[in-house]
Nanobody
């Protein structure tokens, strides 16, 4: 069983930054891709960014200018750097890992709240 643990969420003022971390219980080399998704109240979960085992990244187009996904294989950790945050970024942010069989694993989520 794979466990993903997110951290780094919290309350921040508009214009501020946060860095989320997701630590996996196993080597992230075993995953074809890892990523971040978010879900705001009353909305569906949406893609924020993904990164493959080869380092290729994919972003929700509207977030690419402000968010950066990265990975540290030695620490089994994926990061999401979020800059210039605004209240519309308020959501629960979930870490995701997908293996080569297309099985998905999810973390418990971390709350990000941006005040105006």
């Amino acid at each position: 069983q794979v466990h993903l643990v997110e951290s780094g969420g919290g309350l921040v003022q508009a214009g501020g930054s946060l860095r989320l971390s997701c630590v996996a219980s196993s080597s992230i080399f075993s995953f074809a891709a890892m990523g971040w998704y978010r879900q705001a109240p009353g909305k569906q979960r949406e893609l924020v960014a993904t990164i493959t085992s080869g380092g290729n990244t994919n972003y929700q187009v509207s977030l690419k200018a402000r968010f950066t996904i990265s990975r540290d294989n030695a620490k089994n950790t994926v990061y999401l750097q979020m800059n210039s945050l605004n209240p519309e970024d308020t959501a629960v942010y979930y870490c995701n890992a997908k293996n080569i069989y297309d099985s998905n694993y999810w973390g418990q989520g971390t709350q990000v709240t941006v005040s105006s």
